[in-house]
């Protein structure tokens, strides 16, 4: 999504959050408040880029 104009849904954005959040990963932590970045834009960009796979759109959800 990086090199496109499509503006992330509110689910997409929530769904990344999560997995940024994920104890084994820990980019971003999560409070009553909302979520905080706890790591900086570079580490966050490669971290991302290293899940490969991991992170699909959502229209590559459910093809085979």
């Known amino acids: 999504m990086e090199d496109s104009d499509e503006i992330p849904t509110t689910e997409e954005i929530r769904s990344a ?3 940024l959040a994920h104890p084994s990963i820990g980019v971003v ?3 009553e408040d909302g979520y905080r970045v706890t790591s900086d834009y570079e ?3 490669q971290l991302v880029r290293s ?4 992170v699909q759109s959502p229209a590559e959800d459910g093809e085979s």
């Open 17 to 19: 959050l999560q997995l």
């Open 29 to 31: 932590t999560q409070n």
């Open 43 to 45: 580490n966050g960009v």
């Open 51 to 54: 899940l490969g796979d991991v």
